[in-house]
């Protein structure tokens, strides 16, 4: 009997908490489809703002940008990653320890103070602000994401099946190609999808780099909140909101079914 | 079967990231082959109309780049981290004077503009750039009293209607430290650039005994808390009213006898501009009457230029809200760079904000 009561009580808990988590993403969801222009009152239901939102050629303009900047981003911070990571994990070398704690320390470091180091640099180094500065700040900060869930890849697999190929007269190349890439592949793959949800969602760091022609999404936003809050706010929150969550669901999904998979070549 | 299904997620991002690539190589050579047709603008949000722009485009036969910032702060960094990158900016009158101070603004060559004539003669070279060399004049407005008339049945004449007893807990003041105190230095009869302790020690005490009254500093939001009729009476910027008064007939907007603010959103061209020529032209494109009355009528703001009168719609000229600034202008005080004498408005401003 007790333990009845306790069961249901760590219940209602667990709804109360994720009831905290998501009401607020609920509530600006469902104003998104209200038809009218002031968020305290319900006046009925309306996919207007979302066409308003296709109509509007600054909306279209900041998208672009932003998904031209997370793919360009995403692709340079995976390659570079995978590459990091794989020599970390296969080689020892001097100062190993510190470069991998140097390589994770962005993670650590507040992301205000990195938008503004980087748009100091920028401006000593006097590179025109823009799109090609938020690639390069989006790469710095996807990088250490990218490396660490290839390592956790990385380390999670046997050694045995290379030495099999290499034993089986593979060249490097060959082994690499044909054994270790296709393993670590969906470490990689995850990474990316990482890579490109934290480019599409970033805003203080780009905040600091972002130039003329390079408004992403999550700036126009907040640059939009100045003139009040409107429901094509809300409509284009939930386009960036579900988009984030639709690739981390992706990459969740490829994650768990590669170990099965990987106890199957076992 | 895995394999399979990675290879497939694999060949979309490979497929997505060369199109993309080629929309990225695409965007950074055409502004190379058409250098002189391109407008690199920075503004606020929704700032102008989409048609007007568009026409512009039309017209001169270029691409106008249109970014955006938040605050006038945010502006200034930007400019002066980032050197010549835009063509056109649009600080706010205090940040123009600022901007001159550290000479980020280039001259505008008054003859490029013959359409600023159109302005109305008192906002032609106000006390921000009393010269008019560096700056045109674009949104104005001036704070006043907004209220609801189902709630506030006697219409306020002064500052000190917002003290009335009656209206306890439903007074909602802007969320701006230089507004606020400006409100209550002129309550007083002193000037809202005020640096004197003695004034300022007035408008602070008379703040405090208001403190009890406000349901919230606001200024992001006010618009709503009005609408839905959470607040009945408060400060509020002559543009927002009027749009505050099309979803809610009950809202009233007056100029208290004792003078308010007066602000303005401008045109600049920052310092190494490259394509000033074509910001010129764009500065003054936005002047022509009928451009302007179109323009105006899409932001909602009251318009400066004197000629698009007649062709503005009878709806904009008879909007009580807009009128009311108008017929007042010459109740506004324009706010001033404080300098140092803005520590104690910050200080004083903390400590009110945590009277509950």
Known sequence: MKKNWRSSALFAYALAILAFLYLPLLILTLYSFNNSRINAVWAGFTFDWYLALLHNRRVIEALTNSLVIATISTIISTVLGTMAALALNRYKFKYKAVINGLLYLPILIPEIVMGLSLLVLFSQASVPLGKSTLILAHITFCLSFVIITVNARLEGMHKDLEQAASDLYATPWQTFRYITLPLALPGIVAGALIAFTLSIDDFIISFFVAGPNSTTLPLYVYAMVKRGISPEINALSTVLMFTTISLIVIAQVLQPQHSTAKKKTE | MMKKRIAVVLMGIFAIAILAMGCGSGAKTQPVKSEPQVLNLFS?????????????????????????????????????????????????????????????????????????????????????????????????????????????????????????????????????????????????????????????????????????????????????????????????????????????????????????????????????????????????????????AQNYEYIGYNDPNEKAQAFHSKEFLSDPMLKVAVDDVKQGEWLKDIGSGLTLYDRYWTELKTIK
């Open chain 2, 44 to 292: 606020w949000a929704d700032n102008f109309s989409p048609e007007v722009l568009a026409a512009f485009e039309k017209k001169y036969n270029c691409k106008i780049n249109y970014d955006v910032f938040a605050n006038n702060e945010e502006l200034l960094a930007k400019i002066q981290a980032g050197g010549s990158q835009y063509d056109l900016i649009q600080p706010s009158d205090y940040m123009v004077s600022t901007m001159i101070k550290l000479n980020l603004l280039e001259k505008l060559d008054k003859n490029k503009i013959p359409n600023r004539n159109n302005i109305v003669k008192n906002l032609q070279s106000p006390a921000y750039d009393p010269t008019g060399d560096y700056s045109v004049i674009y949104t104005w407005g001036m704070t006043g009293i907004v209220y609801n008339k189902k709630y506030v049945k006697e219409t306020p004449t002064s500052w000190a209607d917002l003290w009335n007893p009656a209206y306890k807990g439903r007074v909602i003041l802007l969320n701006d430290n230089r507004e606020v105190f400006g409100m209550a230095l002129k309550k007083h009869g002193f000037s809202n650039n005020s640096i004197d302790k003695d004034q300022l020690d007035t408008a602070f005490a008379d703040l405090k005994k208001l403190a009890p009254s406000v349901l919230a500093y606001d200024t992001d939001t006010i618009k709503q808390k009005f609408i839905a009729e959470e607040g009945w009476i408060g400060t509020m910027w002559s543009g927002d009213a009027s749009f505050t008064y099309k979803d809610n007939k009950n809202i009233g907007f007056i100029i208290p006898k004792e003078g308010t603010v007066i602000w303005a959103d401008t045109f600049a061209i920052p310092k190494g501009a490259k394509h000033k020529d074509l910001a010129e032209k764009f500065i003054n494109f936005m002047y022509e009457p009928k451009i302007s």
